[in-house]
């Protein structure tokens, strides 16, 4: 039998067709960080001209979504991202200003899909870019003891796909911080479930994972065919539309020299494959497609699109 660390492979293209996947975008929950943090090197004087005034709080920090995508073919559902969950403790509640529902607890994953009439159990599996907790840490959930320490599988029927760069380095806790791998969403439960991956490679029929590493070393994008053409969700090389410049790292990449290269790079491929971008951390508008400015070919940027 193989054991969880064990890479498993996956059928080649010649036996997989693609299939186009329906996309639905899911909000799971609004939060906030520290602006500088997620600027970086961009001085204060800079970045707070793009904000309108009173967006950034008291506490210096910047609103920001966490979302997700809901896929849909031929009956099968797969997720991308799952937000931070129902796990934080009150104080962590109020350090990140993570939105709350009316009745008082955290909005999550199971909220959003639970507006579009979609239930946990059908998800049959779940694709994150990396497992920092604003991105996995909804794989898992509060029991009926309601002990973040003993929490539950959120998706109890699907496989959860990883890079097995990113699934080693977050049970080592590799990273620049601390306290975002944690051990309540990457759980034994969780560890049954993973299916790891190496790589640029089609992972479900119309799916493929990309590396693009720089704000970790195993971050990936999801690259899925749609009857509308590619669509790609992007991970935290570019968490929001205001991180389309290319200095624009956040304070906290492992890498930030690889992030501005894998962004350039990203930016280049998009425009020349026609992807249309889902920006993981965007509060607003968060669908964007790569264009060119007029007589600059070389100059891109991005422009507002739909599903």
Same mark, same amino acid.
């Given at each position: 039998?193989?054991?969880?660390?064990?890479?498993?492979?996956?059928?080649?293209?010649?036996?997989?067709?693609?299939?186009?996947?329906?996309?639905?975008?899911l $909000?799971?929950?609004?939060?906030?960080?520290?602006?500088?943090? !997620?600027?970086?090197?961009?001085?204060?004087?800079?970045?707070?001209?793009?904000? /309108? %005034?009173?967006?950034?709080?008291?506490?210096?920090? !910047?609103?920001?979504?966490?979302?997700?995508?809901?896929?849909?073919?031929?009956?099968?559902?797969?997720?991308?991202?799952?937000?931070?969950?129902?796990?934080?403790? /009150?104080?962590?509640?109020?350090?990140?200003?993570?939105?709350?529902?009316?009745?008082? $607890?955290?909005?999550?994953?199971l909220?959003?899909?639970? &507006?579009?009439?979609? $239930?946990?159990?059908?998800?049959?599996?779940?694709?994150?870019?990396?497992l920092?907790?604003?991105?996995?840490?909804?794989?898992?959930?509060?029991?009926?003891?309601?002990?973040?320490?003993?929490?539950?599988?959120?998706f109890?029927?699907?496989?959860?796909?990883?890079?097995?760069?990113?699934?080693?380095?977050?049970?080592? +806790?590799?990273s620049? !911080?601390?306290?975002?791998?944690?051990?309540n969403?990457?759980?034994?439960?969780?560890?049954?479930r993973?299916r790891?991956?190496?790589?640029?490679? &089609?992972?479900?029929?119309?799916?493929?994972v990309? /590396?693009?590493?720089?704000?970790?070393?195993? %971050?990936? =994008?999801?690259?899925?065919?749609?009857?509308?053409?590619?669509?790609?969700?992007?991970?935290?090389? !570019?968490?929001?539309?205001?991180?389309?410049?290319?200095?624009?790292?956040?304070?906290?990449? =492992?890498?930030?020299?690889?992030?501005?290269? &894998?962004?350039?790079?990203?930016?280049?491929?998009?425009?020349? &494959?026609?992807w249309?971008?889902?920006?993981?951390?965007?509060?607003?508008? /968060?669908?964007h $497609?790569?264009?060119?400015?007029? +007589?600059?070919?070389d100059?891109?940027h991005? =422009?507002?699109?739909?599903?």
């Amino acid at each position: 039998m193989k054991g969880v660390f064990d890479r498993i492979p996956w059928p080649s293209r010649d036996i997989l067709h693609p299939m186009p996947w329906s996309p639905t975008l899911l $909000r799971c929950g609004s939060f906030r960080l520290d602006a500088g943090c !997620m600027f970086g090197l961009i001085p204060r004087v800079v970045w707070t001209r793009w904000f /309108p %005034q009173g967006v950034i709080d008291d506490a210096n920090r !910047m609103p920001l979504q966490t979302n997700s995508l809901l896929l849909e073919s031929t009956g099968r559902l797969v997720l991308v991202e799952v937000g931070i969950g129902d796990k934080m403790s /009150p104080k962590e509640h109020q350090m990140y200003a993570q939105e709350l529902t009316p009745a008082g $607890r955290p909005r999550t994953i199971l909220d959003a899909l639970h &507006e579009i009439n979609a $239930r946990p159990e059908d998800i049959s599996a779940v694709i994150c870019t990396h497992l920092h907790f604003d991105h996995a840490g909804g794989l898992t959930r509060l029991g009926t003891d309601n002990d973040p320490a003993r929490p539950v599988l959120t998706f109890p029927n699907a496989e959860i796909i990883s890079q097995a760069r990113e699934w080693d380095d977050a049970l080592a +806790g590799r990273s620049t !911080m601390n306290k975002t791998y944690l051990p309540n969403h990457l759980n034994p439960e969780v560890r049954e479930r993973i299916r790891l991956v190496e790589g640029e490679r &089609e992972v479900l029929p119309g799916i493929t994972v990309i /590396p693009v590493p720089g704000h970790t070393w195993g %971050q990936q =994008v999801i690259k899925i065919e749609t009857p509308r053409g590619p669509v790609v969700f992007c991970n935290d090389v !570019m968490p929001t539309a205001l991180h389309a410049p290319p200095t624009t790292n956040h304070a906290y990449d =492992v890498e930030p020299y690889t992030s501005i290269l &894998e962004r350039a790079k990203l930016f280049a491929r998009a425009a020349s &494959e026609k992807w249309t971008l889902v920006l993981d951390h965007e509060p607003n508008h /968060p669908v964007h $497609r790569v264009e060119a400015e007029a +007589g600059k070919p070389d100059s891109l940027h991005l =422009v507002q699109a739909g599903l």
